[in-house]
């Protein structure tokens, strides 16, 4: 049986480091939450931002909110430290930096397995490099743990001596192979982050974008993207409609023996009925979500 469908519209990276920050998340209205123990904060509030999370966790109040922390590299001193206090937190998932090899998606397992963790931890993986861009598929591939694909485009953007455009062109073929990646897996993609807060405009476009080559949500930097990358990864009400007259009229066709059916001057098959199933049960989810929060 497939899992739930669940919304990650919007995936807000919130500093380990910041208390206001970690408190304030209980109130907001992201899909999910990534509490970050590696660039945002500082080599010496490390471990203090690590024993942060850990008490604001097991407060606990952030609701159906999906908590995901991302640790530091295991090629640091912070690394295996972070996973093993990842491994007795209320968490959904370990998320790793620059992973380029299906190898440290393995290691982290063990790391994780030896300390303890549930078997419904899980890992998503941030590719941010040319190496893990290639290495994608077989970064999906690496365990059942592996949950998500996590763009990192700031990063990726500098190693590939790219310049940052509206149009975000220079990604493109890195976004859709990441994308390939986790599709073929069954796993879920986030979009990278948009790093200008003043540009609205900028935003709502590469949420479209980012919808229309297929992502599941975005990642974010600050809690004024929230509403807005809610709505734009969100079913419209128009879509709603569309997906149920789709499914409706094929199954008045399929009631009447045929197997196709035109809706509104095009052919509806069987895909398309699978989309617009899909297209509610996120539509429910998101009002489930919506309503137990």
Not at 52 to 81: C, F, H, I, M, P
Not at 127 to 152: F, N, Q, S, W, Y
Not at 211 to 236: C, M, W, Y
Request: aromatic share 2%.
């Amino acid at each position: 049986m497939a899992a739930p469908l669940r919304p990650r519209r919007s995936v807000l990276f919130m500093p380990g480091a910041n208390a206001r920050a970690l408190e304030k998340a209980r109130e907001l209205p992201a899909d999910g939450l990534i509490f970050d123990l590696e660039d945002a904060v500082a080599p010496d509030a490390k471990v203090s931002a690590r024993q942060a999370v850990a008490a604001a966790v097991g407060q606990g109040g952030y609701g159906k909110r999906e908590l995901v922390l991302r640790v530091n590299s295991l090629d640091t001193e912070w690394g295996a430290e972070d996973l093993r206090a990842a491994a007795v937190m209320h968490l959904d998932a370990v998320l790793l930096p620059k992973v380029e090899t299906a190898d440290r998606v393995r290691g982290t397992v063990s790391a994780l397995d030896m300390a303890g963790a549930p078997a419904s931890l899980a890992i998503w993986c941030m590719i941010e490099t040319p190496k893990g861009v290639l290495a994608a598929a077989e970064i999906a591939d690496a365990h059942p743990r592996v949950a998500a694909l996590v763009m990192g485009t700031s990063d990726l953007t500098k190693d590939l001596q790219a310049r940052h455009t509206p149009d975000r062109l220079p990604l493109i073929t890195s976004l859709q192979l990441v994308l390939l990646a986790a599709r073929a897996h069954g796993l879920a993609a986030l979009d990278g982050v948009h790093l200008d807060l003043a540009d609205e405009a900028g935003f709502a476009a590469i949420c479209a974008q980012g919808r229309a080559l297929g992502f599941d949500g975005k990642t974010l930097i600050h809690p004024k993207q929230v509403a807005p990358a809610n709505e734009a990864f969100a079913p419209s009400a128009d879509e709603i409609a569309e997906a149920r007259k789709i499914i409706a009229a094929h199954g008045a066709a399929l009631a009447a023996g045929r197997g196709i059916v035109v809706v509104d001057g095009r052919l509806v098959e069987n895909l398309h009925v699978e989309a617009a199933r899909r297209t509610l049960a996120l539509a429910q989810a998101i009002a489930l979500r919506d309503q137990t929060d």
